[in-house]
Nanobody
Framework: QVQLVESGGGLVQAGGSLRLSCAAP????????MGWYRQAPGKQRELVAT???????IYSDSVKGRFTISMDNAKHTVALQMNSLKPEDTAVYYC?????????????????WGQGTQVIVSS
């Protein structure tokens, strides 16, 4: 199976910073894009930021100017630097990769996800 591994969540006061990291497993052979999504209690999962293999970034309006996404395509890792955090940023953050993996000898191209990491911003 293919599961991305996230780290870096935690509890922070409003105005503080956190850095999330995510690594793709070794059977990922090609990454087209990676990104971060989040899901707050009682809400749908939403896009936070994505970055393509060529470096093109997309941010949700709610995090523009505060969050920065970066990717090491050679290592298949992605990071999300979150500054000026607000209580409304509280959510479980999920790493995503639009990638091709080798599974049982076959190439499988689709979206892969991590298990999620909790971010809590206190007011």
């Amino acid at each position: 199976q293919v599961q991305l591994v996230e780290s870096g969540g935690g509890l922070v006061q409003a105005g503080g910073s956190l850095r999330l990291s995510c690594a793709a497993p070794g059977n990922i052979v090609t990454v087209n894009a990676m990104g971060w999504y989040r899901q707050a209690p009682g809400k749908q999962r939403e896009l936070v930021a994505t970055i393509s293999g060529g470096g093109t970034t997309i941010y949700s309006d709610s995090v523009k100017g505060r969050f920065t996404i970066s990717m090491d395509n050679a290592k298949h890792t992605v990071a999300l630097q979150m500054n000026s955090l607000k209580p409304e940023d509280t959510a479980v953050y999920y790493c995503n990769a639009h990638a091709v993996a080798m599974i049982a000898g076959w190439k499988s191209g689709r979206d892969y996800w991590g298990q999620g990491t909790q971010v809590i911003v206190s007011s």
